[in-house]
T-cell receptor, first 110, second 118 residues
Framework: RKEVEQDPGPFNVPEGATVAFNCTYSNSASQSFFWYRQDCRKEPKLLMSVYSSGNEDGRFTAQLNRASQYISLLIRDSKLSDSATYLCVVNIAFGNQFYFGTGTSLTVIP | EAQVTQNPRYLITVTGKKLTVTCSQNMNHEYMSWYRQDPGLGLRQIYYSMNVEVTDKGDVPEGYKVSRKEKRNFPLILESPSPNQTSLYFC?????????????????FGPGTRLTVL
């Protein structure tokens, strides 16, 4: 079983739409959680960390449900520039191994 | 400028010819890591290091070696490359902290090395 599973998509949404991505992880000992963004086989870049209480950064909202071992990312008012692959990342035991989901592809259409 | 650098960016080689991909960071990070990215499989961790002279295997260490003699450098060594090691490789670094629920574990990635083994 994969440590981190994501719906690969692709998600094709019109500008201004709201889109949600989900991710599940298998190791209950997982300590920290992140969403990264990757453009066109370039290096991944941190979009946001995911806190237990949920957190928001502008149009982006991340949620963590430890009981269900589930992480989500909500993007509101999608922009063309949001088109990318979104990677769910889980860190086991702080600073040790990181596990990446295979990524969810998003294309925002004019 | 804070950054992670990798060299070379592109490499085509032949089976069995030893190669080294260098990685260097200028952020004084304790933690460094190597990943490979393959279609449909995502990024998979090869090796990681929590400090100088401390390295550990990730998910897919077979066929790779690393060393961490200095804090800033973390080279990836392929002693005898094979075609199944053709991939996109990323080096990353971060602070090492046990602090809960913050972005201190944010990893900064290098630009990637595209390796083809014929």
């Amino acid at each position: 079983r994969k440590e981190v599973e994501q719906d690969p998509g692709p998600f094709n949404v019109p500008e201004g739409a709201t889109v949600a991505f989900n991710c599940t992880y298998s190791n209950s000992a997982s300590q920290s959680f992140f969403w990264y963004r990757q453009d066109c086989r370039k290096e991944p870049k941190l979009l946001m960390s995911v806190y237990s209480s949920g957190n928001e950064d502008g149009r982006f909202t991340a949620q963590l449900n430890r009981a269900s071992q589930y992480i989500s990312l909500l993007i509101r008012d999608s922009k063309l520039s949001d088109s990318a692959t979104y990677l769910c990342v889980v860190n086991i035991a702080f600073g040790n191994q990181f596990y990446f989901g295979t990524g969810t592809s998003l294309t925002v259409i004019p | 400028e804070a950054q992670v650098t990798q060299n070379p960016r592109y490499l085509i080689t032949v089976t069995g010819k030893k190669l080294t991909v260098t990685c260097s960071q200028n952020m004084n990070h304790e933690y460094m890591s190597w990943y490979r990215q393959d279609p449909g499989l995502g990024l998979r961790q090869i090796y990681y290091s929590m400090n100088v002279e401390v390295t550990d295997k990730g998910d897919v260490p077979e066929g790779y070696k690393v060393s961490r003699k200095e804090k800033r450098n973390f080279p990836l060594i392929l002693e005898s490359p094979s075609p199944n090691q053709t991939s996109l490789y990323f080096c990353a670094s971060s602070l090492f902290t046990s602090k809960r629920e913050d972005s201190y574990n944010e990893q900064f990635f290098g630009p990637g090395t595209r390796l083809t083994v014929l």
